[in-house]
């Protein structure tokens, strides 16, 4: 008898079962009612006296084994069954994705990029610290000249000086010493002046500045470019060039965009002229080109600059730009672009 029961310890804890049946016609053969243990249980009494104890044990390690036998496969069994509610039906529809959304700034980056790569212009980038030969001397500005105050300036280091630079030109000052003409790039970046922070200004923004250098490069492909841009950008081709002035262009103007005065918005963007203004602009002044290495008796260029946050603003009648840098996702998700 004692014997019996061991095997059948033995062939308990060998057990293992793949349905949860499986397991409930295993607990009804040992822990039943009138499973196995009962019978065992009320053999007991026929059991000698000397033989009782190890009887007893023995019948007792057989319910303790089966019990927990019962226990391990339930749980097994319903821990493959979750796992199997993630992967079990493959037919089932997806969970839906959350797609994040491009930063506005990127997205009109990216516009303004590609319009101009469709026309041959490259992309050029450079660094955020500058030194002043790039920011400001070779650009026409020497040291003590007066349209430095222009753009006030941060300072990391002077005497010789590091700056953050102010305009993303300092490029261009690169691209030319390192290119030959014909050169066609823009420079998208961004920027920083020490202004004071408004819901107009902020003391970081981007740019993207242009530059063209050929031989024959006038000033009527200036306007022609600007024209195709404003078409391209806005959809709009009627713009105007007022006079102004920049150190590192001759003649330099500032460019508006006829928008139209037919809706509210149209009104309350161009403050009731019509006109936006989105950039300046000019016919790159001989001693630059010459400062980078290119002879000015054979080539003429000319550039131009814009805020990417300032149209970005427009565009989206944005009322604070420093929305842009605040990083709250109810903002930025409300930007969708294929761009
Ligand atoms: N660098 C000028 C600015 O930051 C913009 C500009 C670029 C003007 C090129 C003319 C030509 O304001």
Redesign the pocket.
């Known amino acids: 008898m004692l014997e019996k029961i061991k095997q059948h310890i033995a062939e308990v804890e060998a057990f293992t079962a793949n349905t949860k049946e499986d397991v409930e016609n295993f607990r009804i053969k040992y822990l039943g009612k009138k499973g196995l243990l009962n019978d065992f249980f009320a053999e007991f009494k026929n059991v000698s006296n000397e033989q009782k104890k190890e009887f007893g044990q023995v019948v007792n390690k057989l319910k303790n084994t089966a019990e927990e036998k019962v226990e391990l496969l339930k749980d097994a069994l319903e821990n493959k069954e979750e796992a199997k509610g993630v992967y079990g039906d493959l037919s089932r529809p997806g969970e839906p994705i959350e797609i994040g959304s491009r930063h506005p700034i990127s997205i009109v980056k990216n516009k303004i990029i590609d319009i101009f790569s469709r026309i041959g212009f490259n992309v050029s980038e450079g660094p955020e610290i500058e030194d002043d030969w790039h920011n400001f001397t070779a650009l026409n500005l020497p040291e003590y000249h007066p349209a430095r105050d222009m753009?006030d300036t941060f300072f990391i280091q002077t005497n010789p000086d590091v700056l953050l630079r102010?305009?993303t030109?300092s490029v261009q000052v690169r691209y030319m010493e390192n290119n030959k003409p014909p050169i066609r790039t823009i420079s998208p970046g961004r920027v920083y002046r020490n202004e004071a922070i408004s819901a107009r200004s902020h003391c970081f923004f981007h740019?993207v500045?242009g530059l063209y250098v050929d031989k024959g490069v006038s000033f009527a492909d200036l306007k022609q470019t600007l024209q195709y841009f404003t078409t391209e950008m806005f959809g709009k081709s009627k713009i105007r060039l007022r006079p102004s002035y920049?150190p590192?262009?001759e003649p330099?103007a500032e460019v508006d965009v006829y928008w139209g005065l037919e809706t509210e918005t149209d009104y309350k963007m161009t403050k009731g002229t019509g006109w936006l203004e989105i950039m300046?602009?000019?016919m790159v002044d001989p001693n630059v080109l010459e400062n980078c290495g290119i002879d000015s008796e054979e080539y003429s260029g000319f550039?131009?600059?814009m805020g990417i946050d300032r149209i970005a603003l427009l565009l989206h009648q944005i009322p604070d730009i420093r929305m842009f840098s605040e990083n709250d996702i109810r903002f930025l998700e409300q930007f969708k672009s294929s761009l």
């Open positions: 753009q102010t305009h030109s740019q500045e920049f590192f262009t330099s300046g602009c000019g550039a131009f600059g």
